[in-house]
């Protein structure tokens, strides 16, 4: 009852800044979009790309609570400095557990798949694969304030399952081309600077609101961390 708990904790922080800012960014697109439409244009079908959009911030706050990041609450208690010590900056060192590691890949591949189904430019290996990585920096500084590991192993990772996401987007837009040009098209599409912006209100909220110190002992971490 109690993980239940912290993961409804953790999911309501996460979650209610990110449909807050996902919210008023894609309807401030909408409108700048649609003062650019002729009145003889017909209106996109908008269903699948907030379907996609609300799948992408389950898809972020999943991977915060699997990763466990470092929160304020964390800092505030103060960090030790044996804990802050704890990096790893050697790639492929002899101590990685590639099961461990393969997942980390598998766990960035929906954040790869869904960018371009939601904003601008994802569509775009290179930018894709930088989303990727820059969102993967900030949870393992955020790992400086707790007992996890700040791995650059991780980082490879998480940014190789974006690009890997994003490839399989560019498989499946190229078989079906007509569904994805109806439901997800350009027209659908958010600028690409709100993807930065929805994205830092979640991962903000998490950093800010929540406040158990060893959450991720909850979670799948324990698991992994066992392989």
Not at 3 to 9: D, F, H, K, R, W
Not at 83 to 88: A, H
Not at 90 to 105: K, R, S
Request: proline residues 4%; contains cysteine.
């Amino acid at each position: 009852m109690r993980a239940i708990v912290a993961l409804g904790y953790e999911a309501v922080c996460a979650l209610v800044p990110y449909a807050i800012a996902s919210g008023v960014n894609a309807h401030r697109s909408h409108v700048s979009a649609r003062r650019k439409q002729t009145s003889a244009s017909k209106r996109p079908s908008m269903w699948a790309h907030r379907l996609a959009v609300a799948l992408f911030g389950i898809c972020l706050f999943s991977i915060l609570w699997i990763c466990g990041v470092g929160t304020f609450a964390d800092l505030w208690r103060g960090t030790s400095l044996r804990t802050m010590l704890n990096i790893n900056l050697v790639p492929f060192d002899a101590y990685l557990n590639w099961t461990a590691w393969a997942l980390n890949v598998v766990l960035f591949v929906p954040l790869g798949l869904l960018l371009p189904c939601c904003w601008e430019g994802f569509d775009r290996i290179g930018h894709a694969a930088l989303f990727g990585f820059l969102f993967s920096l900030a949870i393992e500084l955020s790992q400086l304030l707790n007992f996890r590991v700040t791995d650059i192993d991780d980082l490879i990772a998480n940014t190789l399952g974006a690009v890997i996401g994003c490839l399989i987007f560019l498989a499946l837009r190229a078989v079906f081309p007509r569904w994805w040009g109806r439901h997800l098209g350009p027209q659908t599409l958010e600028p690409r600077s709100n993807a930065a912006k929805d994205a830092a209100a979640l991962f903000l909220g998490v950093f800010f609101l929540y406040a158990s110190r060893r959450h991720a002992e909850m979670g799948i971490v324990n698991f992994l961390d066992r392989l």
